[in-house]
């Protein structure tokens, strides 16, 4: 029964005209099952779910959690990972991005989804670079509480340099501040509807021929379906920007404008008239 569920929902994302945009890329993914998985992922490939993470949610929040994995392929996310790499930042990078265009679509997203007004009109580079450096901060701040000497900041109910002493508790804390990024990589992603794989063919060194060739497909299908979404007037401004970029600014002469305004308000009609000879 799940699987008609979710089976269902993706139909709506491409019958349904309000969803046909951000669930364009599903007809070219394959829907796979996989119970090992914690919610919802993709890879540009694969759309897999997890029955025991959709079937508490209602109908909205399971066609929004949908959307936003299609969403990652319809913005090319699985294909950035060359240039992002620590995956964990990179994900929620990805994810404040595209939520906020799933949210101006009128889409429920699941509670607890990474939704934060500040990263709007921000591109995923520039939101992975914000969350880098918010990371850094926080790792700093907590070396240097681990850095205080003596007893401050320390328990010292102990007596001497045993268990629970100062110099055991600096030591004990002292790796896990300097060194967070190995430890956060694997930690669970708090959060998400789901998370974002790479795509096959994409390493560290760039995107192979393969890569290169599904990343331009996904490039293709979006800028049809935005451009059709906004034919029909179903795409936020937002959302323009983000899937066509900022709209052209034509440059125009200043002398043409006012040429244009005093000619509108200058008349030309024809007149039998005599000329009023003191305005002559």
Not at 4 to 24: H, K, N, P, Q, W
Not at 104 to 119: H, I, N, S, Y
Not at 200 to 228: D, F, K, N, S, W
Request: aromatic share 4%; with cysteine.
């Amino acid at each position: 029964p799940e699987a008609e569920r979710v089976y269902l929902a993706c139909r709506a994302l491409t019958m349904d005209r309000r969803f046909r945009l951000i669930g364009s890329p599903i007809l070219g993914l394959k829907l796979v099952q996989d119970r090992a998985g914690p919610s919802c992922y993709t890879d540009g490939v694969v759309l897999g779910y997890n029955p025991a993470f959709t079937e508490p949610l209602s109908s909205e929040e399971l066609l929004a959690s949908l959307a936003h994995e299609t969403g990652h392929v319809l913005l090319g996310h699985p294909w950035m990972y060359g240039a992002l790499p620590v995956r964990d930042v990179a994900n929620r990078a990805m994810d404040y991005g595209l939520n906020l265009l799933i949210h101006d679509l009128g889409l429920t997203l699941p509670p607890g989804c990474l939704l934060d007004e500040r990263f709007r009109g921000k591109t995923v580079t520039e939101i992975y670079r914000i969350l880098m450096l918010e990371r850094q901060a926080k790792a700093s701040s907590a070396a240097r509480q681990g850095q205080k000497p003596g007893g401050h900041g320390a328990p010292s109910k102990g007596k001497g340099r045993g268990k629970g002493g100062a110099g055991s508790h600096a030591q004990a804390s002292a790796p896990s501040a300097g060194t967070p990024e190995p430890a956060e990589e694997h930690e669970p992603h708090d959060g998400s509807c789901g998370r974002v794989r790479p795509a096959p063919g994409v390493t560290p060194e760039g995107l192979t021929a393969q890569a290169q060739a599904a990343q331009a497909a996904a490039h293709a299908i979006r800028i049809a379906a935005a451009r059709a979404a906004r034919q029909q007037g179903l795409l936020p401004l937002g959302a323009e920007i983000i899937l066509l970029g900022a709209p052209e600014v034509a440059q125009v002469r200043w002398q043409d404008v006012l040429r244009d305004y005093l000619s509108e308000r200058s008349s030309h009609e024809p007149t039998w008239a005599r000329p009023n000879k003191p305005l002559l």
